[in-house]
């Protein structure tokens, strides 16, 4: 029968590592308790290596970058044209504190990655890329390269890929990782916040942070979506635009969650969300809002992912904040190498 990883978590990082093992020769089966407690349900998909780093991040900025560039091989494998959905992303200011913010950040990732494609922009050359922007942002920059994917069109083809590969997919909530121990030979807990029920003792420093998203629909009166990633720093308050189509998602609102149990969507972060977004893409105000969601991102204290080996049969990967997706293929190579070949395993068991 071979060796078996058996993953607990059905998000992008447990799906990303389950097709690395099965790439290994492991034999996988994923255990996933549904799409309403996945955060990567509730997410922009932005492959953020620069847009979400700043001073002090330098860590973060190294081990986005190192992922982010193994991003077209895993789109390749998935083959699925309708997973993408920007290209570049454009940083814009709403003011000209908002610039000086923008501005820092910037100075920053050139001076960590100096290879970066990052273009100053005026405000006409905002308006020029993306004609429906307002007719008063402070400028900005341009990012070439750092696009963004449909993230539940990508965790949908994952799944196909991974079934067709002969993944096992179990639709099971695991409570106690020592039920799984007649079945798997390794196990891999990516189970987000709730990785730390898994582990006995916990996992000190992960904690639960919210934030919504909302989603809007085109309408026959509506300028089209952006075409790029909008990401604004708008007096004061960070605001992102993410296009999927025939419309648009938008986020950034972010607090602590001491209820891990509570995903409904507070009414102060939603109003934040369509003030600025409206202001900045004054468009959106004649689109349909179809979906209000909550989601709680897995932070680390350090703001770095925790992925370990615990014992010689479990592994973690969790505490990947907002940058799960932009994180999930650098993490899938962390695996690799904590797993070993099942080949290995058995020689070592033997």
Not at 308 to 336: C, M
């Amino acid at each position: 029968m071979g060796a078996q990883v058996t993953v607990v978590g059905g998000g992008a990082v447990g799906l990303t590592c389950a097709l690395a093992a099965i790439d290994d020769g492991w034999r996988v089966r994923i255990y996933d308790d549904g799409p309403q407690r996945r955060a990567a349900q509730v997410a922009g998909g932005m492959l953020g290596c620069l847009g979400e780093a700043g001073p002090g991040d330098d860590a973060l900025l190294e081990l986005s970058a190192e992922s982010v560039a193994r991003w077209p091989a895993l789109l390749a494998r998935l083959n699925d044209p309708n997973i993408v959905v920007a290209d570049d992303t454009l940083l814009i200011a709403g003011s000209a504190a908002d610039r000086a913010y923008l501005d820092d950040a910037v100075a920053f990732l050139q001076a960590r990655l100096p290879g970066a494609r990052i273009v100053a922009q005026s405000a006409s050359e905002l308006r020029a890329r993306e004609p429906a922007l307002t007719r008063a942002p402070s400028g900005g920059y341009r990012l070439t390269g750092e696009g963004a994917v449909d993230n539940r069109a990508f965790l949908a083809a994952l799944r196909r890929r991974l079934v067709d590969a002969g993944a096992e997919l179990v639709e099971r909530r695991v409570d106690d990782v020592a039920d799984l121990a007649g079945e798997a030979t390794q196990v891999l807990i990516a189970a987000g916040l709730e990785s730390s029920s898994l582990v006995p003792g916990g996992l000190p420093g992960l904690r639960g942070e919210k934030g919504e998203i909302l989603r809007l629909r085109r309408t026959a009166e509506s300028v089209p979506p952006p075409r790029h990633v909008i990401r604004g720093r708008w007096h004061g308050r960070n605001v992102y635009l993410v296009p999927r189509p025939g419309g648009l998602v938008l986020g950034a609102t972010q607090y602590e969650s001491y209820d891990h149990s509570d995903r409904g969507p507070q009414a102060g972060g939603v109003a934040d969300l369509l003030t600025d977004a409206c202001e900045l893409f004054p468009g959106l105000r004649t689109y349909e809002l179809v979906e209000v969601s909550a989601g709680i991102r897995p932070m680390s204290d350090d703001g770095l992912p925790i992925v370990r080996r615990l014992d010689d049969r479990t592994i973690v990967a969790a505490g990947h904040g907002r940058n799960g997706f932009a994180l999930s293929p650098g993490t899938a190579q962390q695996v690799r190498k904590l797993l070993g070949s099942p080949a290995d395993y058995e020689r070592n068991t033997a």
